[in-house]
């Protein structure tokens, strides 16, 4: 790597919102990146992040950082319910080691965080100080990493939470839906969850501001707007011309799945836009964007 230019570590690389952040890395900076599993622009494969001695030995092999935006999490919401301390090591233990590992470097840490540290009882937007009530063990243990991680380095942690992503890479919701419209022909989707569709070739650049002007604290990234996922649906056959398909809405309670989610859990984000100088896109013309850049 070359010496001349920031180094930043971006973890868990492989996946839809680390391999963006390797896209669209800022001018007079260079990223590397590691993941448990091997991928495109993944320099460092299979690093446990969990383990103080193996996170010690990246920092000493790869070093030295500028920086580190923390990706990587277990995300399998419904399959943390029985898989608990597997989800706790990735999403707590892996937080906190990092957050201490750049304590001692004295360098900033942006942690990836998640709606789900709310209940959605709420029908305004969260904003950043809200009070947290996880109803999940996926979003229990995204809440415990943000409190160590902040715990860990106080001076230098900024908490990041986000929802609803998708992006050029992996498995998601416009992928999905536009693949069981053609299938089917016709669509089942509930109306009763609410918050912003929030796009990586939005967030990712978001990500890199937080991290270039030394944020601190919690701040709330999502695309402008809200909209059930029903009515996300229709945008996304709309934009697709897959309009003529049939959408019924329905219930969560129709669809009963292992884990919780919060009914309503639209983020505020006022800090960040105070922090870049301007909001992400709203939600419609973000899509519209990322269908001209990935047709689906």
């Not at 103080?52 to 319910?81: I, M, S």
């Not at 380095?153 to 992996?170: C, E, F, I, K, M």
């Not at 990234?221 to 897959?242: D, K």
Request: hydrophobic share 40%; aromatic share 6%.
């Amino acid at each position: 790597m070359s010496p001349e230019r920031a180094t930043a570590l971006v973890t868990g690389a492989a996946g839809m919102l680390g391999s963006q952040l390797l896209r669209v890395v800022p001018r007079g900076w260079q990223a590397l990146g590691t993941d448990l599993a091997a991928g495109d622009g993944v320099r460092a494969p299979g690093v446990d992040l969990a383990d103080p001695a193996a996170v010690e030995q990246l920092f000493a092999e790869h070093g030295p950082f500028q920086g580190v935006v923390h990706c990587a999490a277990y995300t399998a919401v419904d399959r943390a319910e029985s898989e608990p301390e597997r989800a706790r090591r990735a999403n707590v233990e892996a937080s906190r080691v990092l957050a201490a590992a750049c304590a001692v470097a004295r360098i900033p840490l942006v942690l990836v965080s998640t709606d789900f540290v709310f209940d959605g009882d709420q029908r305004e937007p969260y904003e950043e100080d809200a009070p947290t009530r996880p109803l999940s063990v996926y979003g229990r243990t995204k809440l415990e990493g943000e409190l160590r991680a902040l715990e860990a380095h106080s001076q230098g942690t900024a908490v990041v939470r986000t929802q609803w992503l998708y992006g050029p890479r992996g498995q998601h919701f416009p992928r999905t839906i536009v693949q069981r419209a053609r299938e089917l022909g016709k669509l089942r989707v509930v109306h009763d969850q609410v918050g912003s569709p929030t796009s990586t070739l939005e967030l990712a650049p978001a990500l890199w501001d937080v991290l270039l002007a030394n944020g601190r604290g919690r701040y709330h990234a999502v695309c402008g707007g809200t909209c059930s996922w029903f009515e996300f649906t229709l945008e996304i056959l709309s934009q697709c011309g897959l309009g003529a398909v049939p959408v019924e809405p329905c219930r969560s309670d129709e669809f009963p799945r292992p884990a919780r989610r919060p009914a309503y859990s639209a983020l505020g984000g006022v800090r960040l836009e105070r922090l870049r100088g301007r909001p992400l896109a709203p939600w419609q013309s973000a899509l519209r964007e990322y269908l001209g850049q990935e047709p689906l």
